[in-house]
């Protein structure tokens, strides 16, 4: 199993900061990439950022391209989700996420809750 524990979340006016944390422990995978989802009320589940362990490759979602930013820190195991910019629409429950390649096995942090103010 893995553990994976959020950090960072708050409550920030809209043109704001926050950076959050992402720290994974327990069970190694030869392969696997991180990243971050997030969900607002009423509202699916959506992709944010992701970021591959070995490779570095990095992916993030049109709505938050030029104003998040992912990386990591391999020799914590942890990644982070700056975030500048904040609107009101960045307002959910950010929910770090772990999945290793090939099995295709997953782990969910518990979430953190990010508010932004207009």
């Known amino acids: 199993q893995v553990q994976l524990v959020e950090s960072g979340g708050g409550l920030v006016q809209a043109g704001g900061s926050l950076r959050l944390s992402c720290a994974a422990s327990g069970r190694t995978f030869s392969n696997y990439a991180m990243g971050w989802f997030r969900q607002a009320p009423g509202k699916e589940r959506e992709f944010v950022a992701a970021i591959s362990w070995s490779g570095g490759s990095r992916y993030s979602a049109d709505s938050v391209k030029g104003r998040f930013t992912i990386s990591r820190d391999n020799a914590k195991n942890t990644v982070y989700l700056q975030m500048n910019s904040l609107k009101s629409e960045d307002t959910a429950v950010y929910y770090c996420?772990?999945?290793?390649?090939?099995?295709?096995?997953?782990?969910w942090g518990q979430g953190t809750q990010v508010t932004v103010s207009s």
């Open positions: 996420h772990f999945q290793s390649f090939p099995t295709w096995k997953e782990y």
